[in-house]
């Protein structure tokens, strides 16, 4: 499956922000569904997912600042940040995968197609 990642940009500290991740030509519905950060010199990691049965899955860091969601469709997956902080700024990537489980549904390497990144910027 094809994915397109949008929504990035450059905020204040404290601002909201919302990215998306359009599937191209199916439905993401049978998917696991994950969002990525990775900041300079830094690994990607987790930020939030839907797992194969819909449920959603939060990083312990991003909790309470950050919700998943979809439309009917499951053609777009969309993550609202709010209260953003300096050290949110990464490129924000999502991923979708048709063998993740419930161990591994944090791990980037259990997603096999990748959107291609936007950018969030949090600086004042």
């Known amino acids: 499956v094809q994915l397109q990642a949008s929504g990035g940009g450059v905020v204040q500290p404290g601002a909201s922000l919302r990215l998306s991740c359009a599937a191209s030509g199916r439905t993401l519905r049978r998917y696991a569904v994950a969002w990525f950060r990775q900041a300079p010199g830094m690994e990607r990691a987790f930020v939030a997912a839907f797992n194969r049965s819909g449920g959603r899955v939060y990083a312990d860091s991003m909790k309470g600042r950050v919700t998943i969601s979809t439309d009917n469709a499951w053609n777009t997956v969309s993550l609202q940040m709010n209260n953003l902080r300096p050290e949110d700024t990464a490129v924000y990537y999502c991923?979708?995968?048709?063998?993740?489980?419930?161990?591994?549904?944090?791990?980037?390497?259990?997603?096999?197609?990748w959107g291609q990144g936007t950018l969030v910027t949090v600086s004042s």
């Open positions: 991923a979708a995968g048709s063998s993740v489980i419930a161990s591994n549904v944090a791990s980037h390497f259990a997603y096999a197609s």
